[in-house]
């Protein structure tokens, strides 16, 4: 039981802060940052040494030789160090309690899971553990002699520790919300949050994207569109883009919180990965996919996930979100009212996998569904989907977003339920906690109606709120370390040098008939041909930001043609030609048909070699 005022303090050791303290009134500090430097230091020096001591074993069993004089020496100084720890963080909370009038300190384990790098998986590893009973004995000691009681986390504990322990964010987001009037509740899962001042509840704006760089909110680094960072086949690759987008859209975050900006496309909520299977190329969204295998979407997903959430044991970095759930594969044109059927062996083989791994790896806070029903049923008010595999099965902890303006196809476009309120009652009941659109306002006429109960608007924004917590929008300033993320990395010749290796990396050469590379001795002029060579659209995909320079293939041949001449000093001419529309059989309404074949014809015969710029781009 808490003693006196209630007041108490929560300790957890961990691996990578090693002690962090959270006070009840609602701050936070962190003890031993000098140590945690220099112990790692002396385990990578014993760690060395070691290897060498350890090679002199043979086969045979025989002992190891006894240690250097060196090695001991090392041995000493990491006591000395763990020694040194100790009296110091003891005597920062003794004064820590008596200065705030604390009487009870709640102290967790020292077992902390981490990710390692080194093995790309999750581990038990106590890398550079603490002495936890010295620690403890310790801390009882001193606090006793100040009349401060020190207690182990326990069951009886269990909601009294770190504000920011998964649980305990759902226990804070649960009082907040039963502050709440059921009319104030709807307006909190519109994507469009509006604020609620009395309960100092800001004003937010679900909706971003960041598929490949943050977009639709100005300048950022455009980075390769999905499809193209796939062919990379690299994860740890995958990852460092992903932390490099949540860094600018912290970034920009920050810059526009300050100037107090929260419209759309202005929040830390952003709604990829697209995690869709890339089955068949007359979809029309395949180039937001990472391609048409679900192993490999799965890791891409994961890694990309992991680099927009982050590491940091406290705060979300960004929240990303997989999309679309699920079998959203096409046809596009007919998303709205397509029912996508689907055998339960193809459902868990081809088109599940990515979104499990997404869940039960990568962590993802949001998950979205699709426009079009699977097996009959509208995926953003699936029992199967939302309930029975994503909640169930998988065990999902975070929150369901629609997918915009998808539930009112419930009743315009699938026909399975008669008005807006039965529809907005059917992705309720069955797991949406968002809607990107406007139809929840009739949730309303919904709990009225008794077809929603108010407790399940509560479980869905306990999973809202818990997001934002973990985002720490609540939270003082000076708390989260991604708060201190400047506008200034946005578009940095860091990132524009990150962008310029994606762009190599991404490049796929299908054949090569001797052809390549070209000699440009030998060449005296370059045709480029193609509605492409010269299109910005067909640079950026969809989604995307706006990049600070744009250089088209056209620009990119005619740049690198006079920057670089001939030994004896002439410059290479480079002709163009659109050739055709991108769609259309003349490039001006009033001329006939392939009116620009003539012209390609001229440039091919003037050219020694050319590049013809074919596809497609976002505006079909």
């Known amino acids: 039981k808490m003693q006196d005022n209630g007041h108490y303090l929560s300790i957890d050791l961990g691996l990578h802060n090693l002690m962090t303290c959270y006070d009840s009134a609602g701050t936070s500090f962190i003890l031993g940052r000098k140590y945690l430097e220099i112990s ?63 009487h009870t300190v709640i102290i967790g384990d020292i077992t902390n899971i981490r990710r390692n790098k080194n093995l790309g998986k999750v581990t038990n590893q106590k890398l550079h553990a603490l002495p936890y009973a010295k ?112 860094t600018e859209a912290r970034a920009k975050f ?64 960004t929240a990303a979100c997989a999309k679309h759930f699920a079998v959203h594969s096409g046809p596009e044109g007919m998303r709205h009212y397509f029912n996508a059927e689907v055998s339960k ?49 998988w065990g999902f902890e975070g929150h369901v977003t629609s997918d915009c303006w998808a539930i009112k196809d419930f009743y315009e476009g699938h026909n399975v339920t008669k008005n807006a309120e039965e529809s907005v009652a059917l992705a309720m009941n069955n797991g949406c906690d968002l809607n990107c659109g406007t139809l929840f306002v009739y949730l309303l006429d919904a709990v009225r109606d008794g077809l929603v109960k108010e407790e399940r608007l509560d479980e869905a924004l306990v999973n809202l709120f818990t997001t934002r917590m973990k985002l720490g929008v609540f939270d003082k300033a000076d708390d989260n370390p991604y708060n201190k993320i400047s506008y200034s990395v946005v578009d940095s010749p860091k990132m524009q040098e990150l962008n310029l290796t994606a762009a190599k990396r991404c490049l796929t050469l299908l054949k090569n008939d001797q052809m390549l590379p070209l000699d440009k001795e030998k060449i005296h002029t370059i045709g ?40 004896n000093g002439e410059e290479m001419r480079v002709l163009y030609s659109e050739g055709c529309h991108l769609y259309k059989d003349r490039t001006s309404n009033l001329a006939a048909r392939q009116d620009r074949l003539a012209e390609v014809k001229g440039v091919c015969k003037e050219s020694d070699v050319v590049v013809v710029c074919l596809g497609l781009d976002a505006s079909l």
Request: charged share 25%; aromatic share 10%; with cysteine.
């Open 528 to 567: 480029v041909i193609g509605p492409n060579a010269d299109n910005r659209m067909a640079l950026v995909g969809n989604y995307e930001g706006t990049a600070s320079r744009y250089v088209t293939v056209l620009e990119g041949i005619e740049d690198y043609a006079k920057a670089h001449k001939k030994a």
């Open 40 to 102: 790692q230091k002396y385990d990578k020096e014993i760690a060395r040494l070691g290897h060498q001591w350890n090679s002199c074993q043979s086969a045979g069993g025989i002992k190891y030789p006894k240690p250097s004089k060196h090695m001991l020496k090392i041995y000493k100084k990491k006591r000395n160090c763990i020694h040194d720890y100790l009296h110091k963080v003891t005597r920062a909370v003794v004064n820590y309690c008596k200065a705030n009038d604390i």
């Open 254 to 317: 920050n810059m526009q919180q300050e100037f107090g900006d929260h419209d759309i496309y202005k929040g830390l909520t952003f709604w990829a990965p697209n995690v869709n299977i890339f089955r068949d190329p007359r979809w029309g969204r395949g180039h937001e996919t990472f391609g048409e295998d679900p192993y490999l979407t799965s890791r891409l997903g994961v890694r990309y996930i992991e680099g927009m959430q982050g590491h940091d044991e406290k705060y979300l970095k």
């Open 135 to 246: 620690i403890y004995g310790m801390l009882e000691y001193k606090l006793a002699m100040h009349g401060i009681t020190l207690t182990k986390q326990t069951e009886e504990y269990s909601s009294q520790c770190s504000p920011h322990a998964p649980q305990v964010t759902k226990e804070y987001a649960k009082k907040l919300v039963a502050q709440m009037t059921v009319e104030e509740k709807m307006s909190q899962m519109l994507y469009e949050s509006p604020a609620i001042e009395r309960l100092n509840i800001p004003a937010y704006n679900w909706w971003n994207e960041a598929l490949h760089g943050v977009a639709r909110a100005g300048t950022a680094t455009v980075f390769p569109q999905a499809i193209g960072l796939a062919a990379t086949f690299d994860e740890d690759f995958m990852e460092q883009i992903g932390d490099a987008v949540s």
């Open 345 to 393: 062996k193809d459902l868990y083989e081809t088109y599940l996998p990515a979104f499990k791994a997404c869940v039960q790896e990568g962590k993802v806070e949001a998950v979205m569904g699709a426009y079009n029903r699977t097996n009959g049923e509208p995926c953003c008010g699936s029992k199967t989907l939302l309930k029975d595999i994503l909640r169930d099965e």
